[in-house]
């Protein structure tokens, strides 16, 4: 009975998160212009609520709206003092810059939050604070400058940029204006003293505001003189201002086309002044000028300072309510709101009060550094649909071995993902086999907004069923990604970890009241944003029947293009078996574990076991919608799948001598071999749950694998690859060896499962090998992850399993969040 129920809860939540389509009243809202959204609807509240943020979350500070083409803005900044200062200008957030903190430790999408960066080069640290009016249609940015003990007088410059993305097509020869932003202060060839002010206006922001000062009441900013004989427009004492017309695939260049202005501006002084160079020391030959008069839709506002200092940038929609808009009297007020509410809606969903102080800090930088990565991309993408990538079509090379033939895209779109981003420095996109991950955290704290997440991605899939692996959108994407890695291919697939999110909801499904609809007429409505749909039955009820076709296709695309070889091979009637496309003798891309070891020599005849546990919990999750929706016939399908994937995994997979789950392949005589590499791929049966609860011999030579020191166990979690494995530690050694932080938290939550559903079956031994095993895993990894980020200011894509140091993409804010969950799991089981 109670499983019954667990099932049915789950089923209303994977309703919840699988909608595309639009039905309901609530939904159909979602496709009318946000000016035409009824006030005080939930999906006007909701939408407004997300409207703004950091959204080009590759960038240090990069905002935008959730709008295809409209206002971008960012801040740069470089060191003054040097002439190879302005070499080191800040934008893109990047692996190489030597920062030794660069993070959101305090952050909501829908309120605002703080950014913390400590800059080594420029020799500062800066407190971006980023916040919204509760009306989600104005913000403001307060930027913070505190320099370095013992660089108490270093000159920085910063360059505040808007571009308004305003142009579209005509049928005559230039393109017309459907928006405009232009400076509005009076112009002034010497520069500007207090605030100046922008102003705009396009078909979705309606009339806006921009004002920036030079620091708000009792700042005292500070900056370098104007050495005599330098020319007046290159005073630094002043905020200086120089726009131009860029196409709307350029505005996002901003940083490029600042660096090419600055250049001519520059290389006029050197022409005109060559006798006199001395004259222009860095923090003036370094101020841009507008040498042509020009004019535009992207617009440059540079200011210098010498030590501390702050300055304000406020965004206003115009026809907001004074109560609404924020102002520089009201900015500081402002801050305090909503780091409070920030601090308060943390600790009201996460319980860590267990851990000391500076811990606490971690796990809530852990949850705002994954949301500062909230992103918004429209564009198009490069897409091989012509391209064979299935091993037996490869060409062989003199010595066995093959590769993909290169990929040549053909650009498909425009599409757009609102997403998280595994790491903004390294990798600032959408990642499928990622966001399950992704989500995990995020469903605790906002699981409207994580709805809203996995119908983005959702509406990605293509008449054929597919999703690009990797959504590299539009031309800033692109230019983020090396061109070997560009182009997809609709043949390679990533694992379906949305699914992950289906389990975490089970297992938390206790916590939330399905039976206490929120009335969406409710004046308090507003105060629920964050858990609205998962508490409202119509509108699940309405999400599971939009969803169902295109998740079904989904799921049918997987079945139909990585089905392994089963007839041909004489291994039995059952048909469920996988196989990863588009694999080398290197890399399988596609199962996201890229280098780690598999079948040698590639061979047709290859079966995957995580593919295998990967369709299993597709498979579960189709089956509980088709339960909701009364398809009886589906239903009986997918239960029938369900228990052939299951079987399988233990006819092919696993292998009694080496007590292991393993990949499959043949010999010389095509008779089936298992190809055994101990790690991470044999503990897919167990970290999906796939081994049946009365194997219970099976589950203990896994919990044995995993705690075997020669094997799996280290001190700062399960490695990825045995120690006694031939290729342990070789190559690459992407995933040979390091601890993975994702994988590591599905151990542990399967250890907690096992534990609880095999104690008709288990032994004492068992039972206290897993609590072993649990409890001392855990604590090893919260320790490890917290000292790596104390040590170097950062959290990572993966750590050492001798040393436990980091490795890989710093700022790795995607999976490695979920350490958070981790904290908050129990220390022991019972």
């Known amino acids: ?135 989600g249609r104005n913000w403001a940015v307060k930027v913070k400058l505190t320099p370095h003990k013992g660089h108490e007088n270093v000159k920085t410059s910063f360059v505040w940029w808007s571009g308004l993305q305003g142009e579209r097509k005509s049928d005559g020869i230039k393109p017309e204006n459907e928006g405009v ?128 200092s702050e300055f304000d940038v406020i965004y206003t929609d115009v026809t907001s309510p004074p109560t609404e808009k924020i102002t520089f009297d009201n900015i500081n007020n402002k801050i305090d709101e909503v780091l409070l509410k920030v601090n308060t809606n943390f600790k009201k969903n996460f319980d860590i009060l267990k851990f000391l102080k500076k811990q606490q800090e971690f796990g809530q930088e852990m949850l705002s550094g994954l949301l500062g ?151 308090d409505l507003k105060d629920n944003i964050g858990n609205i749909v998962l508490n409202n039955h119509e509108l699940l009820a309405n999400y599971t029947r939009q969803i169902y076709p295109k998740l079904k296709s989904h799921f049918e695309m997987f079945r139909r293009t990585q089905r392994g070889s089963i007839e041909e091979f004489n291994r039995g009637p059952n048909p469920e078996a996988y196989r990863w496309r588009g694999r080398t003798v290197t890399h399988s891309l596609a199962s996201g574990i890229d280098d780690y070891p598999r079948p040698l020599p590639l061979d047709v005849a290859e079966l995957n076991v995580d593919l295998l546990c990967w369709m299993g919990v597709m498979t579960r999750s189709i089956k509980m919608i088709a339960e909701v929706l009364e398809l009886h016939e589906d239903q009986e399908q997918f239960a029938q799948i369900e228990s052939d994937i299951i079987a399988n995994v233990e006819a092919l997979h696993w292998s009694e001598e080496d007590k292991a789950y393993c990949d499959v392949s043949v010999d010389d005589d095509d008779e089936n071999v298992y190809v055994c590499h101990k790690g991470y791929i044999s503990l897919f049966p167990f970290m999906t749950r796939m081994i049946p609860v009365e194997h219970v011999d099976k589950i203990e030579h896994v919990v044995d694998q995993i705690t075997d020191p020669e094997e799996l166990w280290s001190d700062f979690g399960i490695r990825s690859l045995s120690k006694s494995d031939e290729y342990y530690r070789t190559g690459e050694n992407y995933w040979k060896s390091p601890v993975w932080i994702n994988i590591n938290y599905l151990v542990l939550e399967s250890l907690q499962h096992y534990h609880e559903v095999t104690k008709p079956h288990a032994s004492a031994q068992l039972k206290k090998k897993i609590e072993r095993a649990y409890s001392e895993l855990r604590e090893n990894l919260i320790k490890n992850v917290f000292k790596q980020w104390e040590n170097t200011g950062f959290v990572w894509e993966s750590y050492d399993d001798e040393s436990g140091e980091n490795k890989g993409a710093k700022n790795f804010l995607g999976w490695t969040s979920t350490i958070l969950i981790i904290m908050e799991m129990p220390e022991k089981l019972t």
């Open 1 to 135: 009975m109670l499983q019954a129920k667990f099932c049915a809860l789950l089923a209303f939540f994977i309703v919840a998160v699988f909608s595309t389509q639009d039905f309901n009243e609530f939904d159909i809202l979602r496709d009318l212009p946000l000016n035409e959204l009824p006030e005080g609807s939930y999906e006007r509240l909701s939408y407004d609520s997300l409207l703004w943020g950091p959204y080009n979350s590759g960038r240090y500070l990069g905002i935008r709206p959730r709008l295809p083409e409209s206002l971008l803005s960012g801040l740069m900044w470089f060191n003054a003092d040097e002439q190879l200062g302005v070499s080191r200008l800040r934008d893109f957030y990047e692996q190489g810059d030597n920062m030794a903190r660069a993070n959101w430790v305090q952050f909501d999408p829908r309120l605002g939050g703080r950014q913390v960066i400590s800059d080594n080069d420029c020799h500062i640290d800066l407190t971006i604070d980023f916040v919204k009016s509760d009306n």
């Open 373 to 523: 990565g909230l992103s918004y991309f429209h564009g198009d993408h490069l897409v091989d649909r012509k391209s064979i990538v299935d091993n037996d079509e490869f060409a062989v090379d003199e010595n066995d071995g093959t590769e993909l033939p290169k990929l040549e895209g053909e650009l498909e779109g425009p599409f757009e993902l609102f997403t998280l981003v595994p790491s903004r420095p390294f990798f600032p996109r959408g990642f499928y086999w990622d966001e399950g991950f992704h989500l995990l955290p995020l469903l605790k704290y906002d699981s409207d907004l994580a709805l809203e997440i996995i119908k983005s991605w959702f509406n990605l899939i293509d008449d054929d069923g597919w999703i690009a692996r990797e959504q590299i959108l539009g031309a800033e994407s692109r230019s983020r990604v090396p061109e070997a890695f560009q182009v997809q291919s609709p043949a390679i697939v990533n694992p379906p970890t949305l699914m992950l999110a289906f389990t975490y909801l089970l297992e938390n499904s206790q916590k939330t009241k399905l039976d206490e609809a929120v009335n969406l007429d409710a004046e």
């Open 181 to 308: 932003l232009k400076f509005d202060t009076p112009h002034n060839d010497a520069g500007y003293k207090g605030t100046v002010d922008l102003s705009g206006f396009s078909d979705d922001l309606g009339l806006f505001e921009i004002k920036i000062n030079d620091g708000g009441p009792g700042t005292s900013n500070k900056h370098p003189g104007l050495p005599k004989g330098t020319l007046r427009e290159l005073n630094p004492k002043r905020t200086h201002h120089m726009s131009l017309r860029v196409p709307n695939q350029n505005v996002w260049q901003s940083r490029g086309i600042f660096m090419t202005l600055l250049k001519d501006s520059v290389q006029d002084i050197i022409t005109t002044y060559e006798q006199d160079a001395d004259r222009f020391p860095p923090h003036v030959v370094y101020i841009l000028r507008n040498m042509n008069n020009y004019e535009g839709n992207l617009h440059f506002v540079q200011k210098v300072y010498e030590g501390a």
